[in-house]
């Protein structure tokens, strides 16, 4: 395996890979997803392309897919998904987990700081975006919780970002608002635009 910049990536399936010829592609996006980053911390979720913009061109698959990224040694992160599907040809190119995605993000000394879930998510080989969305779950080790619609992680700077609503758990409360900037293990957090703070034990939570 050769390295891809900062680290190394490796994957194991349990299912076939489609399409003829498909393994170079493979190859070349399982090594950019070790990058997982994006361009700067300022993110204009504007500009990205939205999840009904999808061109089903030359799809590379493979299905019960693990992927995991190491870097110096030492083992950053894992993605679970059922199968992620590779498009080279698209503008721009992507990948796209569109069947579950769960990942755990490891600290120093290899112990899951945090976790992510989501219904779907699509990584961005060009510009090196990675969007998870619909029902997106982070829990970290202290048992604290968000809660969004859309979230961005910045592998580079292992920070959250999102312009939606939010829902932040912790100890015994819940706080709400639009618009996150937050470290991957949630111990730094800010709502952009926090509307509130209930305990955790009120079931009257306010809608989107």
């Given at each position: 395996?050769?390295?891809?910049?900062?680290?190394?990536?490796?994957?194991?399936?349990?299912?076939?890979?489609?399409?003829?010829?498909?393994?170079?592609?493979?190859?070349?996006?399982?090594?950019?997803?070790?990058?997982?980053s994006?361009?700067?911390?300022?993110n204009?979720?504007?500009?990205?392309p939205?999840?009904?913009?999808?061109?089903?061109?030359?799809?590379?698959?493979?299905?019960d897919?693990?992927?995991?990224?190491?870097?110096?040694?030492?083992v950053?992160?894992?993605?679970?998904?059922?199968?992620?599907i590779?498009?080279?040809?698209a503008?721009?190119?992507?990948?796209?987990?569109?069947?579950?995605?769960?990942m755990?993000?490891?600290?120093?000394?290899?112990?899951?700081?945090s976790?992510?879930?989501?219904?779907?998510?699509?990584y961005?080989?060009r510009?090196?975006n990675?969007i998870?969305?619909?029902?997106?779950?982070?829990?970290?080790?202290?048992?604290?919780?968000l809660?969004t619609?859309?979230?961005i992680?910045n592998?580079?700077?292992?920070?959250?970002?999102?312009?939606?609503?939010?829902?932040i758990t912790?100890d015994?409360?819940?706080?709400?608002?639009?618009?996150?900037?937050?470290t991957?293990?949630?111990?730094?957090?800010?709502?952009?635009n926090?509307?509130?703070?209930?305990?955790?034990?009120?079931?009257?939570?306010p809608?989107?």
């Amino acid at each position: 395996m050769k390295p891809s910049r900062s680290g190394y990536l490796s994957f194991s399936h349990n299912g076939a890979l489609r399409r003829p010829g498909a393994a170079p592609f493979l190859l070349c996006c399982i090594m950019v997803v070790a990058l997982l980053s994006l361009a700067s911390c300022e993110n204009d979720l504007s500009k990205l392309p939205g999840k009904n913009n999808l061109k089903d061109l030359d799809n590379d698959r493979a299905s019960d897919v693990t992927f995991v990224y190491s870097e110096e040694g030492k083992v950053k992160a894992k993605l679970y998904t059922k199968e992620f599907i590779g498009n080279e040809n698209a503008r721009p190119p992507y990948i796209d987990f569109l069947k579950g995605v769960k990942m755990d993000m490891f600290d120093d000394k290899l112990q899951v700081e945090s976790t992510i879930t989501a219904r779907t998510a699509r990584y961005y080989t060009r510009d090196e975006n990675v969007i998870a969305r619909d029902s997106v779950v982070v829990i970290n080790r202290k048992g604290e919780k968000l809660q969004t619609e859309e979230l961005i992680w910045n592998k580079k700077l292992e920070r959250f970002y999102t312009d939606k609503f939010v829902r932040i758990t912790k100890d015994d409360q819940i706080s709400y608002g639009s618009g996150l900037e937050a470290t991957q293990d949630l111990t730094y957090v800010k709502i952009k635009n926090q509307r509130g703070t209930i305990p955790v034990a009120n079931s009257d939570f306010p809608s989107e």
